[in-house]
Nanobody, 118 residues
């Protein structure tokens, strides 16, 4: 079992910056990739950014050049952070931390709200 605990998010004006963080604990040895998904009201959940255990990153086209994902593998935890710059109203969504195991099992965090509004 893997536990994911998120923090960060909140309310920011357009053009501002925020970061979201996630700490993974438990069977972290089973984790391959970690990432962030988001879901806006009335829309499907979509991948925002992902980073593999080898450090390879993948970003949605809509956030390339604005968002950066970081990963730090410690002994008993994995720390994931995403820095979000130049935020737009269309970035408003609930952001979910995701961990994918080597057997392609998905774990999800509880979600954290990001609202971009003036």
């Amino acid at each position: 079992q893997v536990q994911l605990v998120e923090s960060g998010g909140g309310l920011v004006q357009p053009g501002g910056s925020l970061s979201v963080s996630c700490v993974a604990s438990g069977s972290i040895f089973s984790i391959d990739a970690m990432g962030w998904y988001r879901q806006a009201p009335g829309k499907q959940r979509e991948l925002v950014a992902q980073i593999t255990s080898g450090g390879r990153t993948n970003y949605a086209d809509s956030v390339k050049g604005r968002f950066t994902i970081f990963r730090d593998n410690a002994k008993d935890t994995v720390y994931l952070q995403m820095q979000m710059n130049s935020l737009k109203p269309e970035d408003t969504a609930v952001y979910y931390c995701n961990a994918v195991t080597w057997t392609n099992y998905d774990y999800w965090g509880q979600g954290t709200q990001v609202t971009v509004s003036s």
